[in-house]
């Protein structure tokens, strides 16, 4: 299965900043899919991210709110913008492995907290 | 519309107890995969299975089984002999179609194994 590096791992950040997060793929992928994970809830997912287009975003989440880059098929970032702490939250990047949906592998996640 | 429902919020069993975790899915495609997934305090993502909607035959991996019926629209899972590292949470999810779809999950369910 493929393998994702996210980064960064956590980060403690100040309302009303911005931080971007990373996800690298050790493998080319089609489409690079960001969840949110409140505390203690499900994941949900932002958006997805195709290479060569606009990334497609979910219901209740928008682009200036959360914008995505995917500059070639192995790497995506998303920022979290203007944040507050309703934004506190594991932030996670998934791709496919293998072919007609074989499995969904994860990066480790990104533990965000707003103060 | 999709939807993934785990019942079982939280469930404790001793150690050496056989447990099922429960799902129940709803799904208006005919062709869709089921998921588990395992997040173990550390908070990644692990896969365990994937079935695909056309494969009823039931899967054992050693301690792990899983039980599809699609009856009844559901997929549970089952531990049997419980280990103290089986403590974790637990999330059932669904994909429509095939490949490269969003995973809708279910809310977990936190499985604790007492010693």
């Known amino acids: 299965s493929a393998v994702i590096s996210q980064k960064p791992s956590r980060d403690i950040c100040q309302r009303g900043t911005s931080l971007t997060i990373q996800c690298q793929v050790d493998s080319q992928v089609t489409m690079m899919f960001w969840y949110r994970q409140q505390p203690g809830q499900s994941l949900t997912l932002i958006a997805t991210?195709?290479?060569?287009?606009?990334?497609?975003?979910e219901s209740g989440f928008v682009i200036d709110k959360f914008p995505i880059s995917r500059p070639n098929l192995t790497f995506s970032t998303l920022t979290v913008s203007n944040m507050s702490p309703e934004d506190s939250s594991i932030y996670l990047c998934s791709v496919e492995f293998g072919t007609g949906g074989s499995g969904y592998t994860f990066g480790s996640g990104t533990r965000l907290t707003v103060v | 519309a999709q939807k993934v429902t785990q019942a079982q919020t939280e469930i404790s069993v001793v150690e050496k107890e056989d447990v099922t975790l429960d799902c129940v899915y709803e799904t208006r495609d005919t062709t869709y995969y089921l998921f588990w997934y395992k997040q173990p305090p550390s908070g990644e993502l692990v896969f365990l299975i994937r079935?695909?909607?056309?494969?009823?035959q039931n899967e054992i991996s050693g301690r792990y089984s899983w039980n599809f019926q699609k009856s009844t629209s559901s997929f549970n899972f089952t531990i049997t002999a419980s280990q103290v590292v089986d403590s974790a949470v637990y999330f059932c999810?669904?994909?429509?179609?095939?490949?490269?779809?969003?995973?809708?999950f279910g809310t977990g369910t936190r499985l604790t194994i007492i010693p």
């Open positions: 999810a669904l994909s429509e179609a095939w490949g490269n779809e969003k995973l809708t």
């Open positions: 991210a195709n290479q060569g287009s606009e990334a497609t975003y």
């Open positions: 079935r695909n909607s056309f494969d009823e």
